[in-house]
């Protein structure tokens, strides 16, 4: 029945295309609209995608307001290879090619950087929920290992950007407000100045909710500032900063028989315990790029991060106090002979952090007797040079290599014990990458490439949330071997991203539950993450006599995964898991989009994301259902008093599918499953002043 819905409506756009399609409209394909023409920053490129021998994606603009523009978690799941989902509210995970093994809470083996500056803390965790993606104009995702230029990682980085633009006026304002299902609220206000060398962007946005469960709260408040200042024709000084304030309620896993009873329904005791979190974060950071002569560019960036973080679990209470630094810069020189143009950058990042953990006894949301306090320090730094060279026209050459090191301190005072000081370094581990392209036609790029990466435990690991210490895990590493397809066919009417690769990890760090629901890690033996993503993109209509046809755009996509991984020589005790299916990750996830766009300014977009089943346990007992979730948007551009202003609505979950938004793993009690709510709508509006 839910397959016949999503075919009526797809076969519905379809025939109005073809309808809509007369002998008068001509296909245009722009060049901001082709993959071929779109820019990145990945391996310090500042190339073409399609010139880059690396598997990248990117969301456009356009990509992150497709849904309801209250969280990144859809848009990142159009993605092939990528899965993020959302255990708790505002509790997200991500995973690229699979490493979300390591990540049962929190965002873990994955470097994220805002405008080139970390925001992955030093002890290896990133709190991506301080992230509004009203505040993004970008996102880049690199798969596969890219330790070569971005430190300690085994399953990719992301670099966020903000928005950075020169405007046609001095200032310019807008405001959004949306409303959905569930008491939600997200408010959002900008202010944009343009002065002679100075660009300003000030960005606020409030977003709460009282959510489908019976205890699921959320409230997310964001104040945040990025600036660019040219000193000089050579200097440009820019800053990044922003305040997080945020607070989510924590309604508790349920198990099968509670999940298919009430989905709604609360775990146990957490609403008397109020299980939760609260986090305020302050973050700051200048950075200045300088142009030294003809050929050589230096960008050089520090950063100063605070936060108090609060975390009510079911038995416990913790306070955190973290400090964490940052300093990167890279230098990059240029020679050009002939149609040969080389390109070497050479850098360092170090990063060092502080926590102060006190944990306490947890009396109905309250601490209560006091356990103990953890002293923990952890330093990260590493040193790195890529070559980017073009050979020829057809051509293109990376080559590159980092040199890593991390260091952990550790010290418990408890009531009555002082611990003696632990001290653990994870080093000095190289990890090189090499990437060949070649140009099939000015359209059109084959490439390989070959990487080894590496990810030494995070701090969240080494003392995980049962407050033991494990300073015997190891770094889990690997190589992989891939190749890949990316341009346009079809005289451009066609977009084209495809990448087969193969993973071979060692020491992989999975976790485990203790019976009162906290999680430990351990090391176990390895895993082939092998696996095949497609990406495709047909412009069916692109209209350039836009009075003469009813639709102006349709285009049709589809994001396709599939991921066969597989432990191997892992062993528990007297059970062998090797052969196993690699636990919390779907083999198979395909998602199919139409966005369309008519001339009077009405526009529309339909997704369907259809996931396999996933496995929940390493012995491959308990799997998730598999799920498809459609989404529908729709809204219209209308002038109000010579503004301009976009209302739309929209509907999540159409289907009222009953799936699991966010699974535990190998957990005790078999609570497995963090429910998603069933159908849900959504309006709103926006305008710019």
Known sequence: MKRAVFTIIFSFFIR????????????????????????????????????????????????????????????????????????????????????????????????????????????????????????????????????????????????????????????????????????????????QAQRKNFYSNLQQSHLSSLGFRDYGSSRKDILKWNANWKINKNQQLSFLSFYANMHFDNPGSLS?????????????????????????????????????????VNISSVSAVHTSFTRNMFYNFEDRNEWNYSARTRFSYKWLWGN??????????????????????????????????????????????????????????????????????????????LTTPQKRDAGNLIAPRIGLLYKLTNTLSLYATIAKGFSPPTLS??????????????PEQGWNYEVGAKGSLLNNHLDLNTAIYYFDLVDAIVSRTDTAGNNYYVNAGGAIQKGVELWLKGYIIRSARKKQSTIRTLNIWNSFTFQPYFFKNYQDGNTDYSGNHLTGIPQFTDVLGVDLELNNNIYGALILNCTSAIPLDDANDIYAKPYQLLQIKAGKEIIIASIPVNIFVGIDNVLNEAYSRGNNINVAGNNYYNPAPGRNFFVGGKLNL
Do not use: C
Request: net charge negative; no cysteine.
């Open 461 to 474: 690991e080494v003392r995980p949330s049962n407050g033991d210490y494990y300073p015997f895990l190891q």
């Open 16 to 191: 109005y295309s073809l309808n809509a399609q007369t002998e008068d409209t001509i296909p245009v394909i722009g060049d901001s609209g082709v993959l071929q023409n779109v820019k990145v920053n990945a391996f310090g490129s500042q190339a073409k995608l399609k010139d880059v021998p690396s598997a990248i994606s990117v969301l456009t603009t356009n990509d992150l307001q497709r849904f309801d523009g209250m969280s990144l978690l859809s848009a990142m799941n159009t993605v092939p290879g990528v899965h993020m989902d959302e255990r708790t509210p505002g509790n997200y995970r991500l995973s690229i090619r699979g490493s979300i093994l390591r990540s049962p809470a929190g965002i873990r083996n994955v470097k994220i950087y805002w405008d080139e500056i970390p925001l992955t803390n030093a002890s290896g965790n990133t709190y991506l929920n301080m992230v509004d993606i009203n505040h993004l104009q970008s996102i880049e995702i690199i798969k596969g290992p890219a330790s070569s230029m971005y430190g300690a990682n085994t399953g990719g980085a992301l670099i966020l950007h903000s928005f950075n633009s020169n405007l046609k006026k001095k200032d310019q304002f807008n405001a959004g407000l949306n409303l959905g299902s569930f008491s939600l609220i997200n408010e959002q206000f900008g202010w």
């Open 256 to 296: 099968e028989d509670e999940y298919n009873d009430d989905p709604s329904q609360i775990r146990d005791d957490y609403n008397t315990q109020k299980a939760g979190f609260t986090n305020h974060t302050f973050f700051f950071a200048p950075s200045l790029k300088s142009v030294i002569g003809k050929r050589m």
């Open 340 to 417: 040969i143009s080389l390109e070497n950058i050479t850098g360092m990042e170090w990063q060092y952090g502080t926590t102060g953990l006190q944990e306490f006894t947890n009396k109905n949301g309250v601490a209560d007797s006091f356990l103990y306090h953890d002293d923990l320090r952890y330093t990260q730094y590493f040193f790195y040079t890529q070559l980017n060279a073009r050979l020829s026209n057809q051509v293109i050459l990376q080559m590159g290599a980092s040199r890593n090191t991390m260091q952990y301190y550790f010290y418990r005072t408890a009531l009555d014990t």
